[in-house]
């Protein structure tokens, strides 16, 4: 009987799947390209260093929050890529990167099935899923150590089957704002707004929603530091954050025959350096202190910053670009925690102004020496360069269609979560911590610690 | 004199070795193969990857036990790839990929000295050395907090000199198992066999011959929690190692001319996703709690099954067989726990029992697109795809032989240890920890810490 | 207004700079080389391992130092990056690798800027940085725990713009050692002498000038030993530092065609093996404890070693070399505690010492299959391989002057900061820790913990 069932499923799947594949096994489109192996090994190998992000995420925000919810962050840190994984198979790829509807939406790709097991189409994949992970993950330090854990399945859910692939879908799936008439289209090198001001001003809206930690702000609404447990584990993490966006932003090029790889990796190293140099600094005539935890910040708005133009501008503009970021990160956490928003690792400084800043810059300093994603027309050009204002046009609207689409979309699923299922633990929980109540273990149970 | 001595050496070094060498420069390979550059720096940073994963296995590990032997893991952890690196490079890398004797061992390449000394020979001896690293540290996992010092060296020495190097040449060096009668022979893509559970198995030896430590068991025989003292280490572990997974599994093609690579790295990420899912929703469905430990070794175990089948199968099939990774550790931790013994992070679950299952979901469902590590035939087809059950049985057979070799040959190794040398530190140093009496450090003296 | 300001400076760059731009795009570049992305693909990736390196340094630095201090460190580790970037990128590029003068200095290519604008341009520059880096960043661990935070600017600043690049030049920038009369002049195949020699006696220089810790010599003026505050962080960071290391010596063939790379992967891991091997073994017959802290270094000591050799010689010799770096970073370790010298990581001793030795090593052990880059002539011989005392000699020269010019300038620096600004926290302050005073923020506040 067993081997009955396993015999027929046999015969569903070969007729079903396999019959339209493409290309699964690579040897076709080895035998039309003998050159695409570098390409492939190109994109693999930096989108195995943009996975390896997420250790970089986890140790930050560990690294930025309190040791009695360590233990939560790492569960949710490993969920959201998980739930990433299988939804972005399941539904986000094939809304981003499917057949093209009116300009709005992608309609095919669903499971990977079918046509879709094909060698290349596997690797467009795997780069995709690293990005959409990174979406993601940048949610949660905003909603950090207040939030449910069932919550988090439910918003990396929503925003990886719609939020993130269908705003992608507008800009690098061949969507309408790709297609905008200015410039070259509203363009995004490497996803300042799509990863970035996105995840961002998602994060914002959960962190509204939610409200502020307990103790964040006192009585008369003054904020108040709430240190993290681990100055060297946010270090590490920004490090390893800085490692992978060398997989990042060099690898959207999504072909090692694109020489300007080497000005990318250049650029994006150079942001990372001005923007923590710059809010060291700022921090630092301010209190005399050199704030370690503004200057990692700094480096990662640096990087978040140029990840949009790293591809169509010279060093001197990265090094700028890095400069404004970090100033504007110091004073967007400041804007913020004014007005009685907690952000507990800073997320929304970060990825969403700072996104926001990076497609604008586009605008400013790309410079026409480089196009779209090849060396060939049309090329890039802002307002510096002489391209007059038309790009800067383009980057502007997308940045408000980014910025408006990501909060009121993660303003409603938080909402009607908060409604339904209910997102915040209780007081006492957030006091004691979550690891205890929600995982059943503490992170450091051989330790002696405080609660503060 | 001195003088002398030097100029003697040197002519019978020139004489005995350099004349032997093939092409120690690579001129003629690359002469012979203009497309060669490729495929080294793919096995090599891939290799580099798998290499990484010694970090990985360090953090895991330290994670996952307590404060007390933290130095004594690091120790460990370092030393046993020290040992692997010296001794595979004398001994086990000629008796697994030397030439053939009789399908049972190899018996050249000693030393990597004369015609061994050759750019392509090197790229081998590194390719296989990482993996070689990989098998032996898999075994500290399970006899952590208790094993003496000294008997790592003994048992590292005789896992990387003899028991890995055998089997591995049965499956990878063109021995007995990879020529069975049964579909392609018995075969194993990057190792859920031959890294996974030979060290799963070798572990499994030594945890029962060391038995449990202090305070596992209550007197009634049930098993207590003995938690770990970084919950964030160990998550931290978990990413390096999928990260460097994504060398293991895809460099094991050895040539990026091999475009699956592609289709190979989407599998093993399923994989691992799928795992983590299913373990944490198991557990939480029977504990109400969300168990961070049991999603890390769910994430792993997904890794592990999905090693052997990664080039031989579609996406879905990967998140299948992650799901049942997942289930299948969970169980298992429990099933070993049950029975009195006590592996501290799960290493005979995560890789003894998922390596079996890797090899068997091979001859389930490889879908027969691809062949042994090429396009070309013999392809590889399961039960699932129409091969009936041929590619089942040399699976079967040849994780039956696994088993059989590591844990029988690990049992003798940890008993004559223990008879000769004794392998088991005294009670009241396992109470006090290994770090002081053994290395004479604790690892965090800054703190203070408690012994639990 | 503002609208005109950037019109007029979109000129000025315009004539300015891209008009000299030499292959900005890269297209004229692939053009003429269609193998170009492979070998492009292979520096880039392995830059960015050397990058991760930064990493490695701040884990190592903050495991051996003392939790008071850990946020400083931390500070400081991404602070000698971020002012290498910039300053390397506007001075020390130019007098580094620019056109040569008299063989003492290059001048050209400030600032990245005209026609520097070139995919292979930033391509070097990319590979230069991140060495220069590491150089900056090995100083910080010999003056860690009592250096005043303003001064890390200072002579970040000094090494990367003087001290680093003019010696650099004159090994790699085509500069007087690199045309010594004897040998193939003086060689380095990946900077033993240019990175690891300078940056360690620059930092003895620096250990020198600021004395010892408070409490690091008795009355009686011996050393007493200071525990570092995480074993797991300082073997994380060992990991680390070895992994990237692949990046370090392969990557400086700066080319994937030099299938020599496979031979250079293996060898750097063989030194780093033995040498591990060695210090734990020699430590363990003196003290019968199993020192992982001078394990950790052992391996540190076989790579810087095989640093410079490793393109040159066979795997059985880079064992030779890692031996006996093994044995004396150990020695070395001992002698400069011994002279009142406090170095907190042994910066002097695993880089300064063995710097030298593996420039030695070239002159004894490079086996003459191979060239300075490359597979053509003039290949490397050392005195065990027929080559007579020639290569030695010009070794030895080079290990003189790298010695001298960076001791030499080191001390200066630190003397002069010492007398403009001062140097050295206050005594209080070095009780208490740096990290409060300097920084506002502990880097562990969940912890309970001392200040021993």
């Given at each position: 009987?067993?081997?009955?069932?396993?015999?027929?499923?046999?015969?569903?799947?070969?007729?079903?799947?396999?019959?339209?594949?493409?290309?699964?096994?690579?040897?076709?489109?080895?035998?039309?390209?003998?050159?695409?192996?570098?390409?492939?090994?190109?994109?693999?190998?930096?989108?195995?260093?943009?996975?390896?992000?997420?250790?970089?995420?986890?140790?930050?925000?560990?690294?930025?929050?309190?040791?009695?919810?360590?233990?939560?962050?790492?569960?949710?840190?490993?969920?959201?890529?998980?739930?990433?994984?299988?939804?972005?198979?399941?539904?986000?790829?094939?809304?981003?990167?499917?057949?093209?509807?009116?300009?709005?939406?992608?309609?095919?790709?669903?499971?990977?099935?079918?046509?879709?097991?094909?060698?290349?189409?596997?690797?467009?994949?795997?780069?995709?899923?690293?990005?959409?992970?990174?979406?993601?993950?940048?949610?949660?330090?905003?909603?950090?150590?207040?939030?449910?854990?069932?919550?988090?399945?439910?918003?990396?859910?929503?925003?990886?089957?719609?939020?993130?692939?269908?705003?992608?879908?507008?800009?690098?799936?061949?969507?309408?704002?790709?297609?905008?008439?200015?410039?070259?289209?509203?363009?995004?090198?490497?996803?300042?707004?799509?990863?970035?001001?996105?995840?961002?001003?998602?994060?914002?809206?959960?962190?509204?929603?939610?409200?502020?930690?307990?103790?964040?702000?006192?009585?008369?609404?003054?904020?108040?530091?709430?240190?993290?447990?681990?100055?060297?584990?946010?270090?590490?993490?920004?490090?390893?954050?800085?490692?992978?966006?060398?997989?990042?932003?060099?690898?959207?090029?999504?072909?090692?025959?694109?020489?300007?790889?080497?000005?990318?990796?250049?650029?994006?190293?150079?942001?990372?350096?001005a923007g923590g140099a710059m809010a060291i600094l700022i921090v630092y005539l301010k209190t005399k202190k050199w704030d370690v935890g503004m200057m990692l910040n700094g480096i990662?708005?640096?990087?978040?910053?140029?990840?949009?133009?790293?591809?169509?501008?010279?060093?001197?503009?990265?090094?700028?670009?890095?400069l404004?970021?970090g100033a504007?990160v110091v004073m967007?956490v400041y804007?913020?925690?004014?007005?009685?928003?907690?952000?507990?690792?800073?997320?929304?400084?970060?990825?969403?102004?700072?996104?926001?800043?990076?497609?604008?810059?586009?605008?400013?300093?790309?410079?026409?020496?480089?196009?779209?994603?090849?060396?060939?027309?049309?090329?890039?050009?802002?307002?510096?360069?002489?391209?007059?204002?038309?790009?800067?046009?383009?980057?502007?609207?997308?940045?408000?269609?980014?910025?408006?689409?990501?909060?009121?979309?993660?303003?409603?699923?938080?909402?009607?979560?908060?409604?339904?299922?209910?997102?915040?633990?209780?007081?006492?929980?957030?006091?004691?911590?979550?690891?205890?109540?929600?995982?059943?273990?503490?992170?450091?149970?051989?330790?002696?610690?405080?609660?503060?």
């Open positions: 009987m067993l081997k009955k069932v396993l015999l027929i499923s046999s015969i569903l799947l070969s007729v079903s799947g396999l019959a339209m594949a493409a290309d699964p096994s690579g040897a076709e489109t080895l035998a039309q390209n003998s050159m695409a192996p570098i390409d492939y090994v190109w994109v693999l190998v930096c989108g195995f260093l943009v996975f390896f992000m997420q250790a970089g995420f986890a140790m930050v925000e560990a690294g930025f929050c309190r040791a009695k919810n360590a233990t939560n962050l790492m569960a949710k840190n490993a969920l959201d890529f998980i739930v990433a994984s299988l939804v972005f198979m399941a539904f986000g790829f094939a809304f981003m990167m499917g057949n093209d509807l009116g300009g709005f939406i992608g309609t095919s790709g669903w499971f990977l099935h079918g046509e879709n097991y094909d060698v290349g189409r596997y690797l467009t994949f795997f780069w995709q899923l690293v990005f959409a992970g990174t979406a993601a993950t940048i949610v949660s330090g905003a909603v950090a150590e207040r939030l449910k854990f069932g919550a988090y399945f439910v918003y990396s859910f929503i925003v990886i089957a719609f939020i993130y692939p269908i705003f992608g879908h507008w800009v690098w799936g061949g969507g309408w704002l790709s297609q905008l008439p200015f410039g070259a289209g509203h363009v995004d090198f490497a996803g300042s707004g799509v990863v970035h001001t996105v995840g961002g001003f998602v994060a914002l809206a959960g962190a509204i929603v939610l409200g502020p930690r307990f103790g964040k702000f006192g009585k008369d609404g003054k904020p108040k530091a709430i240190p993290g447990h681990s100055i060297t584990l946010a270090a590490l993490g920004t490090f390893i954050l800085w490692f992978g966006w060398f997989g990042f932003n060099p690898g959207s090029t999504f072909s090692a025959h694109q020489l300007r790889i080497a000005v990318v990796a250049v650029n994006t190293n150079m942001a990372a350096a990662l708005a640096g990087l978040v910053a140029v990840t949009a133009p790293c591809a169509w501008i010279e060093a001197w503009a990265a090094v700028v670009i890095g404004v970021a504007l967007s804007f913020w925690e004014g007005r009685g928003i907690d952000d507990p690792v800073g997320a929304v400084s970060v990825h969403g102004i700072n996104g926001v800043w990076g497609l604008i810059s586009v605008g400013l300093f790309a410079d026409g020496t480089y196009g779209l994603c090849t060396t060939s027309e049309p090329l890039v050009r802002g307002l510096f360069y002489g391209g007059g204002f038309d790009q800067l046009i383009a980057q502007v609207i997308g940045a408000a269609v980014a910025v408006t689409w990501s909060f009121v979309l993660g303003f409603i699923t938080f909402k009607l979560m908060d409604k339904i299922i209910g997102i915040r633990v209780t007081p006492q929980e957030e006091i004691k911590g979550l690891d205890i109540q929600e995982h059943g273990t503490p992170a450091y149970p051989n330790f002696y610690s405080n609660n503060n």
